[in-house]
């Protein structure tokens, strides 16, 4: 081979070495590794999260609904029924954070039964126990709200019933609040009264007079005659001490006073109480008049001791503003709990808000705040 050629075939092995080297080179650095396993992290959570929220929104509008349902199977069968008195329909709820409720119906077999219910898990209830009972025209006493809270989302969804059983679930198309009271005038004279006749009552008969004979004096009473005692035993027969009978009285020793037992119980100290006044409060989500409310909360008999006081809405629900002027207390004393409403159809309804000392001062007071829209 000349060396032409040789010259040739080292340089063609030369390039192929080269481009070899540059082939191996290609690929994702580490720091580009990093950065894509990252970034497919957090979309990832964030599916995870998006994926969470919905099925915890599904549960609530789910179970939200499906309460609704029972709520109007109730009202139809009343009407169905005709229900009596005493055999209406109902629907009862048992408190904030309670996850069961109670419908009372004719479920086929002719009778009314009570049958319980479960919301699905992470939800529970945010208002106040009730008790709804269907009148035989399908309507109840007063409009309510039940909320159903989901603590996972932290927020409530609404089931309304109006007082003539309309029931909405996540609004209030039928706001019985908002329809002002009506006066009713009373209405007097509109019927004619007829004049009564007056017929004249009979004289009474003259009553028989006494005799002029003069009416006998009573007699006057003997006085009665001292009788003198004694039986000559120390008594002296009325001479005046100078009986030969006579005898000193004996005067009597003064006992001694009893001393005081060395095993006497001290009293009693009296235990720590709370109370809190008023227990209710009316707010409006609307009227700017009624849009936060106050209580006073008060210890006695806390002497020596500084308790914290908490007040919290029941259930672990957020329906409403708390606030508290005093946070210590320093033996007995008093604070303000101060509660405003929240904008929204979650925060309708009636809430409980438990107030509280630590250490235990008594039991936990509740205040029930009912909020209208």
Same mark, same amino acid.
């Given at each position: ?205 003259? +009553? #028989?007079? *006494?005799?002029?004979?003069? @009416? !006998? =004096? %009573?007699? $006057? /009473? &003997? ?23 006579? +005898? #000193?009285? *004996?005067?009597?020793?003064? @006992? !001694? =006073? %009893?001393? $005081? /037992? &060395? ?111």
């Amino acid at each position: 081979m000349s060396g032409v050629q040789r010259e040739f075939f080292v340089g063609g092995d030369a390039q192929m070495k080269g481009n070899s080297s540059r082939t191996t080179q290609r690929g994702f650095t580490l720091v580009q590794m990093l950065t894509t396993i990252a970034i497919i992290a957090v979309v990832t959570v964030f599916g995870v999260l998006g994926i969470k929220t919905a099925r915890a929104e599904f549960r609530l509008q789910n179970s939200a609904r499906l309460f609704a349902t029972y709520v109007e199977k109730a009202r139809v069968d009343a009407i169905r029924r005709h229900a009596a008195t005493g055999e209406e329909s109902s629907i009862e709820t048992f408190g904030p954070g309670t996850t069961t409720y109670a419908v009372s119906m004719d479920w086929g077999s002719g009778v009314v039964e009570t049958r319980n219910f479960d919301l699905e898990s992470g939800l529970s209830f945010a208002t106040a126990a009730k008790k709804v009972s269907f009148d035989w025209r399908g309507r109840i006493t007063e409009a309510w709200v039940f909320q159903v809270f989901s603590s996972y989302l932290a927020k409530s969804l609404p089931v309304d019933v109006s007082g003539s059983g309309d029931i909405t679930v996540g609004e209030q198309h039928f706001p019985d609040q908002l329809i002002p009271d009506i006066s009713i005038s009373q209405v007097t004279n509109d019927v004619a009264t007829p004049t009564p006749t007056i017929q004249a009552s009979p004289s009474p008969e003259n +009553s #028989p007079s *006494p005799s002029d004979g003069a @009416s !006998p =004096s %009573p007699e $006057a /009473s &003997p006085s009665p005659t001292a009788t003198p005692h004694g039986n000559g035993n120390g008594g002296d027969n009325g001479n005046n001490g100078n009986g030969p009978n006579a +005898s #000193p009285t *004996p005067t009597p020793e003064s @006992s !001694p =006073s %009893p001393s $005081a /037992s &060395p095993g006497a119980s001290p009293s009693p100290i009296p235990q720590c109480a709370s109370a809190i006044s008023p227990s209710r409060l009316d707010l409006s989500q609307s009227d700017s008049t009624k849009q936060s409310g106050s209580a006073t909360f008060s210890m006695i008999n806390a002497t020596g001791t500084v308790r914290i006081i908490s007040a919290t809405q029941a259930g672990n629900g957020n329906s409403v503003n708390i606030a508290l002027s005093l946070q210590r207390i320093d033996g007995n004393g008093s604070t303000i709990v101060t509660v405003s409403t929240k904008h929204g159809a979650g925060n309708r309804g009636a809430f409980v808000v438990e107030v509280s000392g630590s250490p235990a001062c008594g039991s936990t007071q509740q205040l029930t705040v009912f909020v209208s829209n």
